[in-house]
């Protein structure tokens, strides 16, 4: 087991349900090939989790890349995250299923931020992206949230938006900085959209648009700054010359480069050290700065998330779809110290990257300045299948 120098090392994601009732259009719940998942953690799987990880958790996150609020056990998991006294945690939602009574639960607990996923600036955008969402009925959960932290005299859930960076939505990020002002929101988180194969994306990609991306989220700072509003963004795009073709962005082993470090194709943009300290904070990962890093990824030494079935990853954007363990027959240390985990570290410290690494869909929230982090990640499912002779 990696050195611990405080109990509480670990960030946690949790998904209790692997289903959501929207379908946006860069997300994997619209993928033409995908198969609902209709598994509920259930309450005992989730206290017996919760006992052996929460106590080791600075952060636990309620959700990754499922609807938290249709998992029926989410007052509970609230409750145990207060229990074990985990000193931030957090569900991010789509707000459709909103109501006053999860509201008032979460004041209950005293929740530090929740977040509210919004990837356009007005109705029409924000409409054509989230479908079937409704724009009423999303913004309105602001009103709601701040009207209940009034009449039960509590200053939290400190709320907080997220957006995906698409061609179709960036010119309207101002607006949902301005809009997000005037409804008291206190942070505010930007990432790139890692196209998906085979759901015709590849023009959402901003990859070849880097000026204006660029030119845009320095607006999007400035109207933040202007509105007390804290943000997480990308590190700006390499405005390169050479068009890049994003309808097939080139793996690591097909010339894409490694999603970890700069291709010499394009101009990097910062340093290595200064990508890795700039996504740790992002991940809110217990790694303090460094001016030296010795591994390219600290996920499986602070990290880890946890399906509706008991089973782990080593990070939330693992799409080699192996397991790492079962919480359902292992405790924490056996998958902790198990070989997976450990095979894992050991990559990452000589830098000898699986597929799955070499081509991060994550790292392109950190490290544009990379072809193969803008890769198509169904290849991974692809190779995964193919490897287990499915």
């Not at 006053?100 to 977040?115: A, G, H, Y």
């Not at 080139?250 to 999603?259: F, K, L, Q, R």
């Not at 994550?362 to 692809?382: I, L, T, Y």
Request: charged content about 25%; overall charge neutral.
């Amino acid at each position: 087991m990696p050195v611990l120098r405080d109990n509480r090392f670990l960030r946690v994601k949790l998904d209790m349900v692997g289903t959501c009732q929207l379908k946006c259009i860069m997300c994997h719940f619209a993928h033409p090939e995908f198969v609902p998942n209709k598994t509920t953690m259930g309450d005992e799987l989730l206290e017996r989790v919760a006992a052996d990880l929460f106590p080791r958790a600075h952060d636990v996150v309620l959700s990754s890349s499922a609807e938290p609020l249709m998992a029926p056990d989410l007052p509970r998991a609230l409750e145990l995250c207060r229990k074990y006294e985990v000193p931030k945690f957090h569900f991010s939602t789509n707000g459709m299923s909103l109501t006053e009574k999860i509201i008032d639960k979460v004041i209950e607990v005293q929740m530090p931020i929740l977040t509210i996923s919004m990837d356009g600036g007005d109705k029409d955008t924000f409409e054509r992206i989230r479908f079937p969402a409704k724009w009423e009925r999303v913004t309105s959960r602001f009103d709601v949230i701040n009207e209940r932290k009034k009449a039960l005299g509590s200053k939290f859930p400190n709320t907080s938006v997220t957006a995906v960076l698409m061609t179709s939505n960036i010119r309207t990020m101002p607006e949902l900085v301005r809009f997000c002002g005037s409804k008291g929101v206190k942070f505010m988180n930007f990432v790139h959209m890692a196209v998906i194969g085979g759901m015709d994306m590849e023009k959402e990609s901003l990859l070849n648009q880097p000026a204006l991306c660029n030119s845009v989220m320095a607006e999007v700072k400035r109207v933040a700054d202007e509105n007390g509003i804290k943000i997480a963004a990308p590190i700006p795009l390499p405005e390169h010359n050479a068009e890049i073709d994003t309808a097939d962005v080139p793996e690591s082993d097909e010339g894409g480069g490694n999603a970890l470090i700069p291709d010499q194709e394009m101009q990097p943009t910062v340093s290595v050290d200064e990508y890795l300290n700039h996504k740790n904070r992002e991940f809110l990962l217990a790694v303090k700065q460094k001016k030296h890093h010795n591994r390219p990824c600290y996920f499986p030494w602070r990290y880890i998330h946890v399906n509706p079935d008991g089973t782990v990853f080593p990070c939330g954007s693992w799409w080699e779809h192996t397991s790492f363990g079962d919480f359902k027959t292992q405790t924490f240390e056996e998958i902790w110290t198990g070989p997976q985990f450990m095979e894992l570290r050991r990559q990452l410290h000589r830098m000898n990257l699986r597929p799955t690494c070499a081509n991060c869909a994550v790292s392109n929230m950190g490290r544009p300045d990379v072809k193969a982090s803008f890769a198509q990640r169904a290849k991974f499912r692809a190779r995964a299948r193919a490897a287990m002779g499915q």
